[in-house]
């Protein structure tokens, strides 16, 4: 699945893979925000961290969580 974080007072925006489900990744925001940590991690499919302050979220975006297709679709 990929997911966009934007980031406030950044003209980019964090953009990676992960093989966590859309449940997962929205449950562990939402007790970020919540209980007021300061910051929320991710990992992607590569074993890469990403962390980021939650004071400086902006959205965060889930796709879609099907396979992509390789090759030729007749």
């Keep these: 699945m990929e ?6 007072n950044t003209g980019r925006e964090l953009s990676f893979e992960t093989n ?3 449940d997962v990744v929205k ?4 007790s970020a925000l ?5 910051h929320v991690t991710f990992t992607d499919v590569k074993g890469n961290s990403y962390i980021v302050p939650t004071a400086n979220l902006a959205f965060v975006e889930l ?3 099907e396979s992509r297709r390789v090759g030729f679709v007749a």
């Design 3 to 8: 997911i966009r974080i934007g980031i406030t």
């Design 20 to 22: 966590e489900s859309s």
């Design 27 to 30: 449950s562990s925001v939402a």
């Design 34 to 38: 919540d209980s007021s940590a300061s």
């Design 63 to 65: 796709g879609t969580e």
